[in-house]
């Protein structure tokens, strides 16, 4: 037996494959006759860290049309906001729904 290395190559060529960037989604917000506008810029500045004016653009957006997107992030970020939306709304006796729709 010798140790001299065989002629055949078995490294492997670099693959040419990209992965994909991951699927976002927009997180949403969706009109109701009784959370006041208030809060959901209150909502929209705590979870979303927008600013006053552009909040209020998102507020009237979601109060006129019956709903605005509030940002578009990756599937687990947008499910925690989702999520704080939910709860922080909940806890203060509001009826506001969020939801995630992937874009």
């Known amino acids: 037996m010798t140790d001299k290395p065989s002629s055949g190559s078995t490294a492997l060529k670099p693959s040419a ?8 989604f927009q997180v949403v ?8 506008m208030e809060f959901v810029v209150e909502v929209l500045q ?7 004016e552009r909040a209020t653009q998102v507020m009237l957006k979601v109060h006129t049309e019956g709903r605005g997107v509030c940002g578009i992030y990756p599937k687990d970020v947008a499910t925690t906001k989702v999520d704080q939306v939910t709860a922080y709304s ?3 006796q509001h009826p506001l729904q969020c939801a995630m729709e992937e874009t």
């Open 17 to 24: 494959t990209k992965a994909k960037p991951p699927p976002m």
């Open 29 to 36: 917000m969706y009109n109701d006759d009784y959370t006041p």
């Open 46 to 52: 705590l979870f979303f860290t927008l600013p006053r």
């Open 90 to 92: 909940q806890q203060h």
